[in-house]
């Protein structure tokens, strides 16, 4: 059931993330920022390894759109994201115990019993780019953005009780990344990076590595 839950949400992802990128944005200019040639120049696919807090690591997908530059070293970027863990024993157990505690039960018939409680985060956000460096084969940068959080968990533990309500919510929260874009060919590249996610009280530290495609000079918008 969980794998159906997976793909389902992916595919909406991925399905959202494009609708998003696609869509013209007025010309207009703040300062030395410009939106005036703003368009979708490339798309990426990433893979890496996620730690959330109180959570398992985990393997996380990611699809990117870049939408060309705000100014000379600032680009804009659409960006969206899958992982599916499980809380650690230590927080099922902190949370079994407590639970036992608040209930009176002497003949132990309902006494609650540990299980695995999955966890799964769908996410969308739109960030900024700043690239010292451009029209190098290596291209160092730093960014940040706001993204939005569709977080699920279940399990037999919390499955009906205010835990699971608390965890089942779409959050907005704050990230921040460094990493290095390698570009060998003129529309094929390799962007690596470290990713901090903040979430209400919810962290997570990734570290990623996929492919990019430009579609090409649009408007002097690649890198």
């Known amino acids: 059931m969980y794998v159906t839950w997976r793909l389902s949400r992916l595919v ?33 696919l990433d893979v890496g390894r996620i730690a959330p807090s109180q959570s398992e690591r985990a393997t996380v997908f990611g699809i990117g759109a ?89 399990g037999r533990l919390i499955d009906g009780t205010f835990a699971e309500r608390l965890f089942d919510n779409i959050a907005t929260g704050l990230f921040a990344e460094t990493g290095v874009l390698v570009k060998p060919l003129p529309r094929i590249g390799i962007d690596a990076r470290i990713r901090g996610d903040l979430v209400n009280a919810f962290r997570s530290l990734s570290l990623r590595a996929g492919g990019i495609y430009w579609f090409g000079p649009l408007r002097r918008s690649d890198p």
């Open 66 to 154: 870049d939408y060309g530059r705000l100014s000379r070293s600032l680009r804009l970027r659409f960006e969206g994201a899958f992982w599916e863990s499980r809380l650690t024993d230590k927080v099922t157990a902190t949370y079994l115990d407590s639970v036992r505690h608040s209930i009176s039960d002497p003949s132990r018939d309902d006494a609650p019993v540990s299980s695995r409680v999955n966890l799964y985060d769908v996410s969308m956000g739109v960030g900024v780019r700043y690239l010292p460096v451009i029209g190098t084969v290596i291209q160092p940068y730093a960014g940040a953005g706001i993204g939005v959080h569709v977080i699920n968990a279940e």
């Open 12 to 44: 909406t992802a991925v399905l959202c993330l494009s609708a998003i990128a696609t869509q013209p944005l007025a010309g207009q200019s703040f300062g030395s920022i410009t939106f005036d040639s703003l368009q979708l120049s490339a798309l990426s």
